[in-house]
């Protein structure tokens, strides 16, 4: 199996493929390495039928009764429904893949919770020291990132891609800038059994070609025969941009200082570059999907980039229901937007060596951004557009009846205090307040300057 190399100066054309078609699951060009072929044949156990269409769902709940005044319009991250179970059923069948693509010794076996350990430790704090540009090419890293991150992004970006209003037509272009792994190919079949039958055209790119290679074998022993066609490029980015795409995914990538997105650009800011970019490699209907751990630094950044593509006329689709300035985006917003998703459908092999590597999952955390070009027509979604998006838990409030709970929503007020006696609102879910409460009134939230909304 090779991989496409590109190399600076960009060329004047489109490099010539070294692999295309659809990925073939045994042997051959294709598949290539033994690891592709065991993992192959792991995969025959795991691999799942297509299925329905997964959508948001809508609340289970009447949707207004007395005292409960937030309507329902959407959940996006369900406890119930799809993806689920076959999630979390794949996930746990996984391991298996895992160790015929990616087989380790005993000895490397012994030293993968404290390599997991350090790789965590590089990957969340704010890079400029420590990980080396190609950490991937390290094969410690490589195993560590594999076993641990992998399928805790596959399970987090698979609760994602279920949601999302994501309808790549037959023949679709989607790049996956940053793709290691390909952990968003692998999610996206996972969590969408509905495109596995559609003839899609991916292309990985990224700047270390280990990562792509192992996630090929991966993928391959997942999928079996599929049209899904898979070409590797090694390039960095923007190198590798060639567009236009029907959908460009940045998945936990922009945080890599690589990408260019702190070293400035002509407008105070890489990020206006960025934008501006991304826009441009666009098909006209196309969509742009930015994942990121729901850190402070990365939801700060996922903000930044908002503000940027809204200014190079883009349009953000999701979480945000408006396309005014992002509230939880200013340098003095107490808070930033992210969700954090319970931990079910996780495999007891992957929480065993989460506990092992002294890092317990308790809660999946992702802030993401879902973008289109000025030409889209959807924006966001008719269902979304004019409700507030769910960005904290329920809490109670101090001196009030305990019927009463607030959260906070972010929509056509910028950041509101939802004050109302509903009950179990999670992050991610857009509700409407149904006409008779007192609306946006001069009362603000004294912890963060939000207007009050009281149902
Ligand atoms: C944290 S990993 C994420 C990989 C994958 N997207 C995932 O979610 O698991 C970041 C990846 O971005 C790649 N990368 C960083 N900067 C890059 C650049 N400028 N161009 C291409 N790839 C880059 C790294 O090599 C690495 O594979």
Redesign the pocket.
């Known amino acids: 199996m090779s991989v496409e190399r590109k190399k600076s100066p960009r060329p004047a054309k489109p490099a010539k493929p070294v692999r295309t078609g659809p990925v073939k699951p045994r042997g051959g060009e294709r598949s290539g390495s033994e690891a592709a072929r065991q993992a192959n044949q792991a995969g025959q156990a795991s691999r799942a039928g297509a299925g329905p269409a997964p959508q948001a769902s809508a609340y289970p709940a009447a949707p207004e009764s007395p005292g409960r005044r937030l309507i329902p319009v959407e959940r996006l991250f369900p406890e119930t429904g799809p993806p689920f179970p076959q999630l979390a059923e794949e996930l746990q069948a996984y391991a298996g893949l895992l160790a015929a693509a990616c087989p380790l010794k005993p000895k490397h076996r012994a030293l993968l919770a404290r390599a997991v350990r350090d790789l965590s430790r590089d990957?969340t704090r704010d890079r400029g020291s420590g990980l080396a540009p190609?950490?991937?090419s390290d094969k410690a890293k490589l195993a560590a990132y594999v076993r641990y991150?992998?399928p805790w992004?596959l399970l987090r970006l698979g609760r994602l891609l279920a949601a999302l209003p994501l309808d790549p037509p037959e023949g679709a272009h989607i790049l996956?800038?940053?793709?290691?792994?390909l952990?968003?190919v692998q999610a996206l079949w996972l969590a969408r059994p509905d495109l596995r039958g559609r003839a899609l055209r991916f292309t990985c790119?990224?700047?270390?070609p280990a990562?792509m290679r192992l996630g090929l074998a991966l993928f391959s022993a997942l999928a079996g025969q599929t049209p899904w066609e898979i070409r590797l490029v090694h390039?960095?980015?923007p190198r590798?941009l060639e567009g236009p795409y029907d959908l460009i995914a940045l998945?936990?990538?922009i945080n890599?200082q690589?990408?260019?997105l702190e070293r400035g650009g002509s407008r105070g800011g890489g990020r206006d570059d960025l934008a501006e970019t991304l826009l441009a490699s666009l098909a006209p209907a196309g969509r742009l999907l930015v994942v990121e751990p729901g850190t402070r630094m990365c939801g700060r950044r996922i903000s930044g980039l908002r503000r940027a593509l809204l200014e190079a006329g883009g349009r953000a689709l999701a979480p945000c229901t408006h396309q005014d300035a992002c509230p939880l985006g200013r340098p003095d917003a107490k808070g930033w937007c992210h969700f954090n998703l319970s931990v079910r459908g996780a495999p007891a092999w992957l929480a065993a060596l989460s506990a092992e590597a002294g890092l317990p999952k308790k809660s999946l955390s992702l802030s993401f951004l879902l973008a289109a070009g000025p030409d889209a027509q959807a924006s966001p979604g008719p269902s979304v557009a004019g409700t507030y998006r769910v960005v904290s838990e329920d809490f109670p409030l101090p001196g009030r009846a305990q019927a009463s709970a607030g959260r906070y929503g972010c929509g056509p007020a910028g950041l509101a205090l939802l004050v109302s006696r509903e009950r179990g609102l999670v992050p991610g879910d857009a509700v409407r307040p149904a006409e008779g409460g007192s609306g946006a009134g001069p009362s603000k939230d004294p912890k963060t300057g939000a207007v009050q909304i009281e149902l």
């Not at 996956?176 to 792994?181: I, L, S, Y």
């Not at 790119?205 to 270390?208: C, F, G, I, V, Y």
């Open positions: 990957l190609n950490y991937l991150f992998l992004n996956d800038a940053g793709a290691g792994p952990t968003f790119a990224d700047s270390a990562g390039a960095s980015f590798c998945v936990n990538v890599e690589m990408l260019g």
